[in-house]
């Protein structure tokens, strides 16, 4: 696949997301796969772990949208920059829903073999987030 197709891959990985289409989690992601940076914790590892966390945050969080902001592709990699808002409808890792719009930004890395993520690593602002959620901010000294 072309750096191009890359992109567009990864592009339609969160397009399906936002749709909570959990159908497609065997298309794009590949039996092998190996996540360096699980969004949530106690979750098991590969493509089951994928499924897991989609589902939680699903029913956690609706009216979802990933935007893009940037993407890099170089061989088999692609680099997004991204934002995701959604709205706090459900219950998730004990906290309350709020029924607010959180927004969370992050860069996330997919190498890709034959069509398919076989790794992924990420960086999101978890304490923006879990401040949104109501979590104690730790205070500067």
């Known amino acids: 696949m072309s750096a191009e197709d890359n992109k567009a891959l990864v592009r339609r990985w969160f397009e399906e997301s936002d749709k909570g289409n959990f ?19 106690g ?4 493509r089951e772990g994928v ?3 989609s589902r939680m945050l699903w029913a ?9 902001e940037e993407q890099i592709a ?5 680099m997004t920059r991204l934002r ?25 890395v997919h190498r890709i073999r034959d069509g398919r993520f076989v790794e992924h690593w990420a960086q999101w ?4 987030f879990f401040g949104q959620l109501g979590a104690e901010r730790p205070q500067p000294h």
């Open 23 to 41: 159908d497609t989690i065997d298309e794009f992601v590949s039996p092998e796969y190996v996540d360096y940076n699980p969004p949530l914790p």
């Open 60 to 68: 956690a969080f609706s009216d979802v949208k990933h935007t893009i």
């Open 125 to 128: 602002d978890q304490q923006s």
């Open 74 to 78: 170089e061989g088999d990699k692609v």
């Open 84 to 108: 995701v808002r959604a709205r706090f409808t459900g219950p998730f890792m004990g906290f309350q829903p709020t029924g607010q719009v959180v927004e969370v930004k992050g860069i996330a």
């Open 43 to 46: 979750l098991p590892p590969g």
């Open 51 to 53: 499924r897991a966390s």
